[in-house]
Every structure is written in C-alpha cells, then in structure tokens.
C-alpha cells in the first residue's frame, strides 16, 4: 500500500486567500485524522471521521476551518480565508479501528507544510 | 481527561550510549499507549505500543518500552543508539474504551545524537 498521501507537500499563501489540503487515507481504514502540529502548540487534533462521518470537531480552531470526507477515499481541510497565525504543518492519518480492544495503529501521512504570509 | 507529560525537551546522547526517553500520562482508567517517531520532515511512524499483557513492550529499530501503572509511565529505551535515530519522539495515550477514538500526544523529545 502507498500509505497516506497528502498534497500538495508545500503551500505558500497569502493572508486572506482560500487554501484546501487533500488526503488519501489507506485503503480499508474507517478512521481518518487531521492534525496541525507547531512549534508552540506541538501535535493538535482537529477533527475526526468515521466512515466518512466527522465524529469530532471540537479541535477545529474556528468557523475559518471546515473538513470534508465526500468518500472513502478523499478529505479536503479548508482554510478560508487564511491568516499567518494558521502557518503549520497538517498533517492526516487514518486507521482501520480505534477504541476498545481493537484499537489500532494511526498510520500519518507525510504533512503539508502551510505557510501563509 | 486524558494528558501525556514527555519532561524533556531535548536529549543528547553520544553514538552507542544508552537512551531513555520519559513519558507521565494522566488518564483515569485502563490506557492505550503508544510511542511515534517523527525524523525531519516526515510524518509520524509508530515505534510500539501496548495494550495489555506484558508490561515490557518490544518495538521496532531495536526499541523498548516499559508501562509501569504505579508510576503512570511509559518510558521509551535503547540499549545503543545509532546516529540514525536523532529524530523528535512522541508519547501518546488513547482510551480502552471504545467510542473514544482521539489518541492525545506529548509535546515530544528531540533527541541529538553526536559522535
């Protein structure tokens, strides 16, 4: 399996403009994650989706913020409209269970590196 | 709520030293607990984690980890590092109890490693 892709890799914007991550989680996993991590902050959980279901959003920093699973395959995080504050790497994950004695293993992605000027 | 304490920032270790890498949590009943790697501008990769059983947990890359419950650690070992792995590591814990699915991670230790 390719594992989780993410794109783009790098994103360079500016203050105010609309910028969408995507995720690809392995194929099969139920559960897929985005974090932000910074230095200040470290590794934050925004938000949750469990067979294409957000179960959590309470890590979402605010309304600029919104997450989408349309399917199995594909999440988009989006930030509109960007400020230099959101400057961070986001990073998704995805497991195949999570919770009680099946819990399973996060498995990340590479990261988008955001920087918004 | 569910809380890791990683205590140091930042280690440093000579090429063939020893390691032990702290890690508190804080969380009311039976954990999940994890250890991630994170090498420079990577995502993370998991190095081990323990459920249940035998507290002394074998990993990948020739890692090791204790949970001890009295002491609510789980602290990260290597007999002998190898300057392959200076990298930042993470402590996560999760819940044994199913509906709860959020993993809470440390703040992380950078570990330096020098010759």
Redesign the interface.
């Known amino acids: 399996d390719a594992g989780?892709i993410q794109s783009p890799r790098h994103e360079v914007t500016e203050m105010g403009q609309e910028v969408t991550l995507r995720c690809k989680p392995i194929s099969g996993h139920d559960?897929l994650f985005w974090y932000r991590q910074t230095m200040m902050r470290?590794?934050e959980?925004l938000i949750?989706f469990?067979n294409n279901v957000p179960?959590?959003d309470s890590g979402m920093p605010e309304d600029r913020f919104s997450a989408k699973m349309p399917n199995a395959s594909f999440s988009t995080l989006k930030i509109q409209p960007s400020e230099p504050r959101d400057s961070a790497v986001y990073?998704c994950?995805s497991s195949l269970v999570?919770?009680?004695?099946?819990?399973d293993?996060?498995?990340?992605?590479?990261?988008t590196r955001l920087t918004v000027l | 709520a569910q809380s890791v304490t990683q205590p140091d920032i930042h280690i440093t270790v000579s090429e063939g030293a020893s390691l032990e890498l702290r890690c508190n949590y804080s969380y009311g009943a039976t954990p999940?607990l994890?250890w991630?790697v994170q090498s420079p501008?990577?995502?993370?990769?998991?190095l081990l984690?323990y459920?249940s059983g035998d507290t002394l947990v074998q990993g990948i890359k020739g890692f090791e980890a204790e949970f001890k419950r009295s002491q609510s650690s789980f602290n990260l070992r290597k007999p002998s590092v190898h300057w392959s792995d200076a990298a930042e590591y993470?402590c996560a814990v999760?819940?044994?109890?199913?509906?709860?699915?959020?993993?809470?991670?440390?703040?992380?230790t950078r570990l330096t490693i020098i010759p």
């Open positions: 989780v559960y470290g590794l959980l949750y469990n179960i959590d990073f994950a999570l919770g009680g004695a099946n819990t293993t996060q498995y990340f992605g590479p990261g | 999940y994890f991630y501008g990577q995502g993370l990769q998991l984690k459920f993470f999760g819940s044994a109890h199913f509906g709860n699915e959020k993993l809470t991670f440390g703040t992380g």
